[in-house]
């Protein structure tokens, strides 16, 4: 699986999205460990705050399905530049990532994806172990 199949997957999941409110479509696709795709898109809700993005639904997918670890995860939105998580995402993908250098593919509207480390995003962060887990 290439970073450019990667971010293909999580491009086609834009369609899937319900965004009925925001009519802002967000496709994810994450790579876990054992080389398995789990995708998702981000589901709505007349009651805003409910709304869930859609790399959370593709991690809680994942993981529901027994992978516990992720090895890059894609994010496609029709953004100028490239469509970054938001910070509660960034944070639920550093429970699960393989290590802080894992890369996130960001693509906007161009098409032309930017790789990023979790570390860019969210550096000096509290995970698992800080807990001593
Ligand atoms: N959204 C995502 O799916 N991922 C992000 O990282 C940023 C925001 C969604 C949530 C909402 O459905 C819409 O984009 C507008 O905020």
Known sequence: MTDRELVDRAREMQERAYVPYSNFRVGAALLCEDGTVVTGCNVENASYGLCICGERTAMVKAV??????????????????????????????????????????????????????????????????????
């Open 64 to 133: 529901s399905e027994g992978h516990r670890k992720f090895k890059a995860i894609a994010i496609a939105g029709d953004t100028d530049g490239p469509c970054v998580p938001c910070g509660a995402c960034r944070q639920f993908i550093r429970e699960f990532a393989s290590s802080l250098d894992m890369p996130v593919y960001c693509v906007g509207k161009d098409n032309e994806h930017v790789s990023y480390t979790l570390d860019e995003l969210l550096a000096h962060s509290f995970g698992p172990a800080d807990l001593g887990k």
